[in-house]
């Protein structure tokens, strides 16, 4: 599931490939540790691959501006470390297996391991944003508290008289979109970007971060094990609510009966996981949320609107389009 970028030309896909591979660069020399078993905690999930989405999108935002220099490099790693920590404590809080294709941490390990090392690696990434200024730790600490009330937020039900697909679409802009905008936003301020600009790319960041979870909950549902890297039916499995299920709950149809009683019991036990997966997967809530997905990637597309034309627009655009049809 790579995203592609089918409008960049060779001389910007050559500039974006050398940025992230500095940045690779300075997140292993950052992250290396005297202590043999740390060094190979810490490069754990780094080293099981991965997208590299957001240091992507913070050196595709400096395209706006001057371009890649030493400071976008270290925000786009800061970004990359704060995402990898919240990685390691994710998969604690959803007993996974498997990212990426590789055993994960706390199954390598143990829980208490991968919990540290997800500290440390915060630690790493807040290092890093210290040397870019108080702005940048300001912006760095904002986006820490959002992105944590957002995961709080995604383990608990939308309040009493509250529309769920309006809360859950709230705990998306915090839980996943508001790092994306810092990506985007940090790639556009170290580049010399206005103003103006940097708020432009924060706006975009987070609407593409909202389509980006939309679309990976798709294709939670939709893909096998194999596809997926990891276990699929994660989100059910966990009693998480994305925006198929809310609708699928929503429905007054007789024959939804079935999946509902499923969706609203405990599904760790694998036959009754496989049977909802099954139901949700031929049920019209599945296609009304993929389109909701895309209206939301269209969202960020807007976003984009007073941009001069460019290269570096048209590949933000064309970003956009890949985010949401990943799960078509």
Same mark, same amino acid.
């Given at each position: #599931?790579?995203?592609?970028?089918?409008?960049?030309?060779?001389?910007?896909?050559?500039?974006?490939?050398?940025?992230?591979?500095?940045?690779?660069?300075?997140?292993?020399? %950052?992250?290396?540790?005297?202590?043999?078993?740390?060094?190979?905690?810490?490069?754990?999930?780094?080293?099981?691959?991965? @997208?590299?989405?957001?240091? +992507?999108?913070?050196?595709?935002? !400096?395209?706006?501006?001057?371009?890649?220099? *030493?400071?976008?490099?270290?925000?786009?790693?800061?970004?990359?470390?704060?995402?990898?920590?919240?990685?390691?404590?994710?998969?604690? +809080?959803?007993?996974?297996?498997?990212?990426?294709?590789?055993?994960?941490?706390?199954?390598?390990?143990?829980?208490?391991?991968?919990? /540290?090392?997800?500290?440390?690696? &915060?630690?790493?990434?807040?290092?890093?944003?210290?040397?870019?200024?108080?702005? !940048?730790?300001?912006?760095?600490?904002?986006? &820490?508290?959002?992105?944590?009330?957002?995961?709080? %937020?995604?383990?608990?039900?939308?309040?009493?008289?509250?529309?769920?697909?309006?809360?859950?679409?709230?705990?998306?802009?915090? @839980?996943?979109?508001?790092?994306? !905008?810092?990506?985007?936003?940090?790639? =556009? +301020? &170290?580049?010399?970007?206005?103003?103006?600009?940097?708020?432009? #790319?924060?706006?975009?960041?987070?609407?593409?971060? #909202?389509?980006?979870?939309?679309?990976?909950?798709?294709?939670?549902?939709?893909?096998?094990?194999?596809?997926?890297? @990891?276990?699929?039916?994660?989100?059910? %499995?966990?009693?998480?609510?994305? /925006?198929?299920?809310?609708?699928? /709950?929503?429905?007054?149809?007789?024959?939804? $009966?079935?999946?509902?009683? /499923?969706?609203?019991?405990?599904?760790?036990?694998?036959?009754?996981?496989?049977?909802?997966?099954?139901?949700?997967?031929?049920?019209?809530?599945? $296609?009304?949320?993929?389109?909701?997905?895309? $209206?939301?990637?269209?969202?960020?597309? *807007?976003?984009?609107?007073?941009?001069?034309?460019?290269? =570096?627009?048209?590949?933000?655009?064309?970003? !956009?389009?890949?985010?949401?049809?990943?799960?078509?």
């Amino acid at each position: #599931m790579t995203l592609a970028l089918p409008e960049v030309s060779a001389g910007l896909q050559e500039r974006l490939t050398a940025g992230l591979a500095r940045v690779e660069a300075l997140i292993e020399e %950052r992250i290396d540790h005297e202590d043999p078993f740390i060094a190979e905690a810490n490069v754990h999930l780094l080293r099981a691959g991965g @997208k590299r989405f957001r240091p +992507m999108l913070t050196i595709l935002a !400096a395209e706006l501006g001057d371009g890649v220099n *030493d400071d976008v490099v270290t925000a786009a790693a800061a970004v990359e470390l704060t995402h990898l920590a919240s990685l390691y404590h994710d998969d604690v +809080m959803d007993e996974a297996a498997l990212r990426r294709g590789t055993p994960t941490a706390n199954t390598a390990y143990d829980n208490s391991t991968a919990i /540290l090392v997800g500290d440390l690696l &915060f630690g790493h990434a807040s290092a890093l944003v210290s040397e870019l200024g108080p702005e !940048a730790v300001r912006i760095q600490a904002e986006t &820490f508290i959002r992105l944590c009330t957002g995961q709080i %937020r995604d383990d608990r039900q939308a309040p009493e008289g509250e529309d769920a697909s309006a809360y859950y679409l709230r705990v998306l802009r915090d @839980k996943t979109g508001v790092l994306i !905008a810092t990506a985007a936003r940090y790639g =556009a +301020m &170290f580049s010399g970007c206005s103003s103006d600009v940097v708020e432009t #790319m924060r706006v975009y960041g987070e609407r593409l971060g #909202m389509a980006f979870q939309l679309a990976d909950d798709l294709i939670d549902i939709e893909s096998s094990a194999e596809e997926l890297g @990891k276990t699929p039916g994660t989100d059910l %499995r966990e009693g998480k609510r994305t /925006l198929a299920v809310l609708h699928a /709950l929503a429905s007054t149809a007789p024959e939804d $009966a079935r999946l509902q009683e /499923l969706l609203r019991s405990d599904l760790s036990g694998d036959a009754d996981l496989a049977e909802a997966l099954g139901l949700l997967r031929a049920h019209p809530a599945l $296609a009304q949320a993929r389109d909701e997905t895309r $209206a939301v990637g269209e969202q960020a597309q *807007d976003a984009l609107a007073g941009l001069p034309d460019s290269e =570096a627009k048209t590949a933000l655009l064309a970003l !956009a389009t890949s985010v949401t049809h990943r799960a078509s």
